[in-house]
């Protein structure tokens, strides 16, 4: 059985910084994606980072360019986001998700077979 367990979420002051991770079992995804999005009660859910493979293979919604990296640890199964400079727009339950199939890095939402339990990111201004 397949999960993804995340953890990091937390009340941050805007400029301050915030680090989610995102553990797997049950299989690993080095192939395929696995990235991060983000829902708000107004935008619904949206793309904020994906990551295949290594370090160099990433992509970034245009919000959080230049602000946000997303990484992965191959040995723990794990990928983190980190959050830099953050602004009480990125106030919203972050959701990492996982693909069996999608090996490009702009899968959609539907193209994701596994997801995290979300976590409440709060950026005060």
């Known amino acids: 059985q397949v999960q993804l367990v995340q953890s990091g979420g937390s009340v941050v002051q805007a400029g301050g910084s915030l680090t989610l991770s995102c553990a797997a079992s049950?299989?690993?995804?080095?192939?395929?994606?696995m990235g991060w999005f983000r829902q708000d009660p107004e935008k619904g859910r949206s793309f904020v980072a994906a990551i295949i493979g290594g370090p160099t293979h990433t992509h970034y919604g245009d919000s959080v360019k230049g602000r946000f990296t997303i990484s992965r640890d191959n040995a723990k199964n794990t990928v983190y986001l980190q959050m830099n400079s953050l602004k009480p727009e990125d106030t919203a339950v972050y959701y990492c998700?996982?693909?069996?199939?999608?090996?490009?890095?702009?899968?959609?939402?539907?193209?994701?077979?596994?997801w995290g339990q979300g976590t409440q990111v709060t950026v005060s201004s």
């Open positions: 998700g996982a693909s069996e199939s999608c090996s490009t890095l702009d899968c959609v939402t539907y193209e994701y077979d596994y």
């Open positions: 049950g299989r690993t995804f080095g192939s395929t994606a």
